[in-house]
């Protein structure tokens, strides 16, 4: 028997302590109200720190002018989330179990002031045994975060980035410094005798099916809603071929049936383990004309080719905690009426929630998912000790192990902009990595291991150049690329040959009305380097730019919105239309990015921070759209 209760519905509270000063006198244990250096306030789980100290009126906004940077305290306390373990939860002589699918990023978990063990890792679930600590009664569980690592930023060295927790939270080129801290996936308390179901997965591959699971006899069964397709007891391992089903299409080519794979242990009160699946096959083929050796870059989903587009997907907001499925299917929604087909899912966030898969396979949205590494500028050489290998590993084994089952998961990739130069030194940007480096060859050893079916990828971009440089066109150096970030002119486009483009982007300005609402009394103008503001995100600032196709400076906010809109629109068309239309020659194109999750008053995103589409979304729209292979 095993019950599960979800533990979101507990009221939590929160407390915030100077290091280690919940540990003094051994004040959890003593009875008497927790009296820390923050005082206790209200907390949803999952949710992070920060967004229950916004509510409660001790943080700022952090969207709102530069009022991030008085947010920055956060990360010099403990903070403890607790809540009272309702007793009729808890049978007598069976093991009770915390299990925490995301912690960010470590600390301690106590019941009744003992502590039961340590954590960290922001990429791996975590499970406790509570048992020996548990009392007949009134008991309290404590979840315990320590200060978090001090910089993993954007700037730096990556093969010295050796922490893992969600790097972008550290500052990026488009989003503010929030370093979040709290529990921002699923919480539960799994209370058994025993008798359950053990490492179970499901992956299907065309009309294919197999199951491998522990703990003694079992049912499996495919249904289609209330219609049972194939049932039959096994062992350890099953596998069903030639299924009667529908196959999973992208979106826009097709439909995305989904079916409920049950499997049920036929011992104890039968234990239950289910997925909802897709079918779907997938192959590789060259682009016509490719060099001799080149990666193979169209995709070919259930025999038809079939031209990749759309965004990079970040997290939509830094207090990824606080997103809800809503705020999830709002986004995912507006790409697939946009016309996209695939996200990729960048390497320097997270493992997306369960909900983020389960969204796309409803939706038919390819994923491309990257492991937790990314380039930082000075060094974009992944890490090569062995204890980073072996942490690696181990997030690669179990993101594969928790979303190998959905039908919209595509490929794995080593991470982002991992690379070096030319002749292998790692302080380049020039040479892609690749299997010869020994973490990357541990990330393939164990997708072919746990994954076989799908393609792994070293990094993004691939092979020979990082980015498709203008004098090299025609060369055959160009198979994945990322950039341009600008607007390019036409004849870059019309001589292009790379063989996929995985980053392609351009500034625009956010709305006038959402810069000036989340200005902080900053001035909006000008977009410059010398504006506070504007500087928050530095990289996308176009006023000189803007100043020399004008001659002279705009008028106002809305004029120089205008402008930055209008440009971003003509350049993503031009880049993608030309894209497009070089199919098959040409598999896909990926946008660089999504949607902004700070208010930026400019970014490459064509999605706001409201969601809201700037005028290249619309454009974009239209060339995704159109065309026969659509």
């Given at each position: 028997m095993k019950k599960t209760h979800n533990l979101s519905e507990l009221q939590w509270q929160l407390t915030g302590f100077i290091p280690f000063q919940w540990q003094f006198g051994d004040i959890l244990r003593s009875g008497r109200p927790l009296h820390g250096d923050v005082p206790t306030v209200p907390a949803r789980v999952p949710g992070s720190v920060q967004a229950a100290l916004r509510d409660a009126g001790l943080l700022p906004d952090w969207n709102i002018g530069l009022s991030s940077r008085a947010c920055e305290w956060v990360e010099h306390r403990h903070w403890m989330f607790h809540a009272p373990l309702p007793s009729a939860w808890l049978t007598k002589g069976h093991t009770c179990r915390l299990r925490c699918l995301g912690l960010d990023s470590s600390g301690w978990v106590l019941v009744n002031g003992t502590q039961i063990g340590r954590f960290e890792n922001s990429f791996l679930p975590h499970v406790f045994d509570l048992t020996p600590a548990l009392t007949d009664s009134e008991n309290t569980l404590q979840i315990i975060f320590d200060c978090p690592p001090r910089w993993l930023g954007q700037f730096g060295y990556t093969s010295q980035m050796t922490e893992w927790k969600p790097r972008f939270n550290y500052t990026w080129d488009w989003t503010c410094r929030l370093v979040q801290i709290g529990i921002w996936d699923a919480i539960s308390l799994q209370v058994t005798d025993g008798v359950e179901i053990q490492n179970a997965s499901c992956v299907t591959t065309g009309d294919g099916l197999r199951v491998a699971a522990q703990g003694g006899r079992m049912q499996l069964t495919l249904c289609d809603g209330e219609k049972i397709l194939r049932s039959e007891q096994f062992t350890n391992e099953i596998v069903w071929k030639d299924l009667p089903v529908r196959r999973w299409w992208p979106a826009g080519h097709g439909k995305q049936p989904l079916y409920t794979v049950t499997c049920t242990l036929l011992e104890g009160s039968g234990d239950t383990h289910a997925w909802r699946v897709g079918f779907k096959s997938v192959?590789?083929?060259?682009?016509?004309?490719?060099?001799?050796?080149?990666?193979?870059?169209?995709?070919?989903?259930?025999?038809?080719?079939?031209?990749?587009?759309?965004?990079?997907?970040?997290?939509?907001?830094?207090?990824?905690a606080d997103v809800t499925t809503a705020d999830v299917r709002a986004r995912l929604e507006t790409y697939r009426d946009l016309g996209c087909n695939i996200m990729r899912v960048w390497g320097g966030a997270v493992l997306e929630r369960e909900d983020f898969?389960?969204?796309?396979?409803?939706?038919?949205?390819?994923?491309?998912?990257?492991?937790?590494?990314?380039?930082?500028?000075?060094?974009?050489?992944?890490?090569?000790?062995?204890?980073?290998?072996?942490?690696?590993?181990?997030?690669?084994?179990?993101?594969?192990?928790?979303?190998?089952?959905?039908?919209?998961?595509?490929?794995?990739?080593?991470?982002?902009?991992?690379?070096?130069?030319?002749?292998?030194?790692?302080?380049?940007?020039?040479?892609?990595?690749?299997?010869?480096?020994?973490?990357?060859?541990?990330?393939?050893?164990?997708?072919?291991?746990?994954?076989?079916?799908?393609?792994?990828?070293?990094?993004?971009?691939?092979?020979?150049?990082?980015?498709?440089?203008?004098?090299?066109?025609?060369?055959?150096?160009?198979?994945?690329?990322?950039?341009?970030?600008?607007?390019?002119?036409?004849a870059y486009w019309a001589a292009d040959d790379a063989l996929f483009r995985s980053e392609v982007g351009a500034p625009g300005a956010s709305n006038a009305e959402l810069i000036e609402a989340t200005a902080g009394g900053l001035p909006t103008l000008p977009a410059s380097h010398e504006n506070p503001l504007w500087q928050r995100t530095a990289w996308w600032i176009e006023w000189d730019a803007c100043i020399a196709e004008l001659g002279r400076e705009p008028r106002d906010l809305e004029e120089y919105v205008a402008w930055s809109q209008t440009r971003q629109a003509a350049a993503l068309a031009r880049a993608v239309r030309t894209c497009k239309s070089r199919f098959p020659r040409c598999g896909g194109v990926i946008l660089w990015m999504g949607h902004d999750c700070f208010p930026c008053t400019a970014n490459t995103a064509i999605l706001d921070f409201h969601g809201q589409l700037k005028p290249a979304a619309r454009a974009i729209g239209e060339v995704f759209r159109s065309g026969p292979e659509r």
């Open positions: 192959e590789w083929q060259s682009c016509a004309g490719a060099p001799a050796g080149a990666d193979p870059w169209i995709c070919v989903v259930n025999g038809k080719p079939i031209f990749l587009q759309g965004v990079n997907w970040t997290p939509i907001r830094p207090n990824f898969y389960s969204l796309c396979d409803e939706l038919g949205l390819l994923v491309w998912q990257e492991f937790p590494l990314s380039s930082s500028g000075m060094d974009n050489w992944p890490p090569a000790d062995a204890g980073s290998i072996d942490a690696l590993g181990r997030i690669a084994t179990s993101y594969i192990q928790r979303r190998q089952h959905h039908a919209s998961l595509l490929l794995w990739c080593g991470g982002n902009e991992l690379q070096g130069d030319l002749d292998g030194n790692k302080t380049g940007t020039g040479k892609p990595v690749d299997a010869s480096h020994p973490l990357i060859a541990r990330l393939q050893s164990v997708v072919q291991a746990e994954d076989p079916g799908r393609r792994f990828l070293a990094t993004s971009a691939s092979g020979p150049r990082f980015t498709a440089d203008a004098k090299d066109f025609g060369k055959g150096l160009h198979w994945d690329v990322h950039g341009p970030w600008s607007a390019e002119a036409e």
